[in-house]
């Protein structure tokens, strides 16, 4: 089977916190090491690059930042050896409610590892908003990223 389109990771979801606020969540290593990894290297801003750590699987991924319009969007590329493009877009569906959009794209090799990876990313991604909403709107930290190991 010859894929005729590449597929992608996208996930939406709504998260009830003024727009700041989750744009800054996923920017500040203080806060985004609250819901989805362990340590982070330093801040994403434009044209930086950082390292992200998950102890528990012994992970790390190398973030380069692209491009970052504050309260708006967020562009990385990541990886360890072949990478892929995330994009973060933050809309504002109130003052007290974002709507948040990841997209996932430019996965490598034959056809089967990018479909798998395009899958693998939309769960992953999944998870990773549902636990920025229990974080942000609960305070709560569901561990949910950690505990998929």
Same mark, same amino acid.
């Given at each position: 089977?010859?894929? #005729?389109? #590449? =597929?992608?990771?996208?996930? @939406?979801?709504?998260?009830?916190? =003024? ?6 969540? !996923?920017?500040? =290593?203080?806060? *985004? ?6 340590? $982070? /290297? ?6 930086? /690059?950082?390292?992200? &750590? ?13 491009? *970052?319009?504050? &309260?708006?969007? *967020? ?9 892929? /493009?995330? @994009?973060?877009?933050?809309? =504002?569906?109130?003052?007290? +409610? /974002? ?5 996932? $794209? ?6 089967? @590892?990018?479909?798998? #990876? ?6 992953? !991604? +999944?998870?990773?908003?549902? +636990? ?5 709107? &609960? ?11």
């Amino acid at each position: 089977m010859e894929i #005729q389109k #590449q =597929p992608v990771a996208k996930v @939406e979801l709504l998260i009830r916190k =003024p727009v700041a606020e989750v744009f800054e969540a !996923f920017v500040d =290593p203080d806060l *985004i090491t609250r819901f989805w990894f362990d340590r $982070s /290297t330093g801040r994403l801003e434009a044209n930086k /690059t950082v390292r992200w &750590h998950w102890e528990l699987i012994n992970g790390t991924a190398e973030v380069r930042v692209k491009a *970052i319009e504050e &309260h708006r969007r *967020i562009l990385i590329e990541w990886g360890n050896g072949d990478s892929s /493009t995330v @994009e973060w877009t933050f809309f =504002p569906r109130s003052a007290d +409610a /974002t709507y948040v959009r990841v997209v996932n $794209s430019g996965f490598a090799g034959d056809g089967d @590892e990018i479909v798998g #990876q395009a899958l693998e990313s939309t769960g992953g !991604f +999944a998870l990773v908003l549902a +636990a920025a909403k229990a974080f942000l709107e &609960h305070g709560i930290d569901l561990r949910i990223v950690a505990d998929r190991f």
